[in-house]
């Protein structure tokens, strides 16, 4: 999905004032909003309201492992709220009906239309999801790496004959914490690289059927 679908949904239902797509972070990459509204706190506060939703179903014990859309209908505007990819999600803010009672057949008739404008080939939505992902993997590698380093610094501090004992105790106490750290962050490494790795096999596996023709 690119900017060019976002223009087709606007110019197929003309009911539709604004169209926002967002990660489940919150961060809205494509959007018809302009900047004289604060678009980052827009992409937040969807997120937050699929979270919200989410943790009223585990309150109620109901299962929701994903959602496939959500709607709200209001005096003035409805909007609709589609899942895309794994980690993406497409807003859409509809005009007011003029004819209330026809209010449930139009939902129904642009959420049959939207689907047909979305392109079935998602590889491009996966591929933004993937360019994320390992933004974000990297920051976390990172932040390892540099940890690792003050421990080599520390260890090597620690070894200086001229410090006290009270003194060596408080850099391996240090040494300690920054230990733990790691473990932690090597455990969240090793996830979002699973995390990566199976959803470059949903790229690999939407692309072959176009190899094979």
Request: charged share 35%; with cysteine; aromatic share 8%.
């Amino acid at each position: 999905m690119v900017l060019k679908n976002i223009q087709r949904i606007k110019s197929a239902l003309p009911e539709v004032l604004h169209v926002a797509m967002f990660y489940n972070t919150g961060t809205i990459f494509q959007t018809t909003f302009e900047q004289n509204i604060n678009i980052p706190k827009l992409g937040e506060n969807l997120a937050e309201l699929l979270n919200h939703v989410k943790k009223v179903y585990e309150i109620c014990n109901f299962k929701m492992e994903t959602y496939r859309k959500f709607i709200f209908e209001t005096d003035d505007v409805s909007t609709i709220i589609i899942k895309l990819g794994e980690d993406s999600n497409l807003a859409l803010f509809f005009k007011k009906e003029e004819d209330k009672d026809v209010k449930l057949t139009a939902i129904k008739r642009y959420l049959n239309r939207i689907e047909e404008l979305i392109d079935t080939d998602e590889t491009e939505i996966l591929f933004q999801e993937l360019a994320t992902r390992e933004k974000d993997l990297k920051i976390i590698e990172e932040n390892f790496q540099q940890k690792q380093q003050k421990i080599n610094d520390l260890q090597t501090q620690s070894m200086n004959t001229t410090l006290s004992e009270s003194e060596v105790g408080d850099i391996k106490k240090a040494i300690k914490n920054l230990e733990d750290e790691c473990e932690h962050l090597k455990q969240e490494i090793d996830q979002k690289k699973l995390e990566n790795q199976i959803l470059i096999q949903k790229i690999e596996s939407k692309k072959k059927p176009f190899n094979s023709d």
